[in-house]
Structure formats: C-alpha cells, structure tokens
C-alpha cells in the first residue's frame, strides 16, 4: 500500500488534473491513499476572503469568494460531462458551507474563520479531481478527511489527537484499501471534537499524507511536484541549484527547520519514526527517478541555499539592565510555545535578546505584548534571513557581498545570515 500526495501545483490546470489522472492509471489495481492540496493559488484567494470578512467587508468578502466558486465550476465544466451534475451538487455543499458563515459577523478570533474559509480548498478540488477520475474509469472513493483527522482547537496550526485518528484509519479507511481502491482525500485540513474545521499550518498536506503513511504502515509516501526532486536551493530564486538524488531524514529536517519549502516541517517524524521512504517525484516526468528520503546516511553534499525574506527581528532589552536570566528566559519560551512562534534564529546578550521571526503580525503583536513587561522592544522589519547548509567561505562571501549584516551565527555546518 503506498500514499501519494499532489500539491496544488500540481492540479492548478485542466492539463495538470490530466496528468494526474495519467499517472494514477498505472497503479490501477493497487491500494493506494491519494492527498489533493487546493488547485494553484486558491488558498491565497480564500485568505483574501477571510481578511474582507474579518474586516467587516462583507459584500467584499463574497464577491471574492464568488470568484473562486466560477473558478472551481469552470474547471468542472471542462473536464467533465457526466459527472458534472453529481460534481456540482457536491461542490454547490462546500459552497454554502462558506457564504453561510460570510454572511454572518465576526465574534471569534481571527485564526477561527481562517480554517473555516480555507479548508474548502482542499474539498473543492478533490471532489472535481474524485469526479473525473470516476469519469476516466478510474475506480475512487472520496472521503472528507475532517471526519477521520482529529486534531485539538489550536486554529491554523491545529495538533493531531492520533489515537482518534489511527481508530477511524483503522475502522473507517482499511476496509476501503482491501478493495484495492483509489482513496481520495484532503491534505492539511482537519477538525476538532466538536466539528469545526482546522488547518495544519501552511504546506500542512505534506504532513497529512506523512500521518496517513504512518498510521497504514504504508510501503512509502510519494509527493508528486512540478521539479525534478529536491533541489539544492529554490531555482526560481538561484538557477543554478543541483538536484539532490539522496538525503537521509535527519539532512531533510534541517532543511526544513531552517525554512526549506520543499518538504513540510512536522512531515518527516512520522516517517521515519517506521522508516518509510519518501519520494519526491517529478509530476511533469513521472519516469524521472526524483529524490529518495530514507535512514541512509549520505555524504558529500553541496551547499544547500534557504533565503527567507520579509523576517522580523524582534530586539528585547531588560528595563532596568538587569541580566537577562533563566526566569525571563523561561517566561519568553513559554509565551512563545503558547503562540505557537518558532523562532528562525535566536541570540542572547547580557542584557538584551534578539530574535527573528517570519512575520506574521497578529503574532509578533501577542508576543510583544506580552513580553512587554519584561523588556523594552523594538522591531525591524524587512530583513532577509539567509541559511546555508554544508557552506563554503568563498559561497559565504560572495552571498554577502553589498549586504549590510545585522546578526550572524554558523557552526561547522550550518551558518545564518540576517542581513538589510
């Protein structure tokens, strides 16, 4: 039994949802759990219909939601014909669903609508995708992962309850695969005890299919992109990154620490907690090898490049030049775990306490606020975060060169840049 995993680049075209069609038809017959992320650059719309609706801008709101809707309904127009009426029926649900919460008031936080609004993503683009598969022969089953994937209530970075979680896989999703069924369900999206929808925090359905993997002891995990696999640094921004054949899981999570976009950070546990290989296969080429994920150790690695920009630096010093010591330290650290912030990089002083933050306000303003008695703060914002795996001096300084450094840290492998 294996899991496969599209993202949205993936499926953001009639062509591409073809593809995808293509390259399922040759495992007909096998078992086999697929994770749909919403088509293109729909979640970035539904953000921007969330912020209307939480700004009060209701009929905004709804006339960009009613731009996604055309959107999916053209889609569906073009790859089907008869399934399109039992398509829209189920997309025309998922539709209501939204406009009935758009057409209400705000009255919870704003992580709340959030997971509500963007979860329809996913449920949008797996029905169209579940419907032409039928379509095209292709024997599916479409399920809504929000009635499998338990999670807590913490809104747009939500965490597995796993043991209600393996019960459903168990008593719900294994009968399905003894039929050698296609699976179809939603990445990065869950809920909570008491039926509201969550997310798993941006790129959340890498993690999703890791879950699934994990909990059916899948033979390995598959996630298809438009690259040839893992590459040595973003090419859209360095074009001369290499393509990398092989990295073990432990080279994997520290490129995603740092912020590399390829692999999602909390997807690679699950994983190698049962030691189930990941593939990252090229969607475009499906003959094309990709890059194998395992235990193995690999060695020779070039320089790998994670550039982050528009980071934060938060600068605390202590109000009254008091060292700064375990206790509000360990307060900082507390606040931080609550707020759910990962810091990207970390540095402490006599006195004082820098930390680089993406920048995510609704969050920098909570944790300022509450470090506030503890310290004077300052932030600056529009930095560029640069991290280097396996780095050489002379990429270093020819990286840095014209940039005006602000913060700086490197061990014998890793080194991070925060620079104007």
Known sequence: MKVFKFGGASVNSIERIQQAGRILQQYSGEPLVIIISAM?????????????????????????????KNQHI??????????????LAQLNDFFTEVEWLLHDKPVRDYAYYYDQVVC???????????????????????????????????????????????????DYLQPLLKDNTFVI??????????????????????????IFANILNAENL??????????SADPKQFPDAVYLHELSYNEVIEMAYYGAQVIHP?????????????HVKCFLDASLPGTIISSK??????????????TVLMYMRSHDFSFVGEQPISALYKKLGELSIKPNLLQTGAISLQICLDDRSDKIEQLAAAAGDLFDIQLEKGLTLLTIRHYTPELLT???????????QQTQETVQVLYR
């Open 40 to 68: 293109g650059k729909t979640t970035n719309a539904l953000e921007k219909v969330t912020e209307a609706f939480y700004a009060g801008n209701k009929e905004e709101a709804l006339e960009l939601f009613h731009v996604v």
């Open 74 to 87: 053209n889609t569906a127009k073009y790859l089907l014909v008869t399934q399109f009426n039992e398509c």
């Open 120 to 170: 329809a993503g996913e449920l949008l683009s797996t029905a169209i995708i579940s419907h032409y598969l039928t379509e095209t022969n292709i024997r599916n089953k479409w399920l809504d992962v929000r009635d499998i994937l338990r999670t807590d209530d913490n809104f747009r970075d939500a965490n597995i309850d796993w043991t209600y979680t393996t019960a459903k896989v168990n």
């Open 185 to 210: 369900t939603q990445g990065f999206i869950g809920s909570t005890d008491e039926n509201e929808s969550t997310t798993l925090g941006r790129e959340g359905s890498d993690y999703t299919a890791a």
């Open 222 to 231: 598959s996630i298809w992109k438009d690259v040839e696999g893992v590459m």
């Open 266 to 278: 909390k997807t690679i546990k699950p994983l190698q907690n049962k030691n189930i290989p990941l």
């Open 297 to 310: 150790r690999v060695k020779g690695l070039p320089p790998i490049i994670v550039l982050k920009e528009n």
């Open 398 to 408: 020819a990286m840095l060169t014209g940039k005006e450094i602000v913060l700086q």
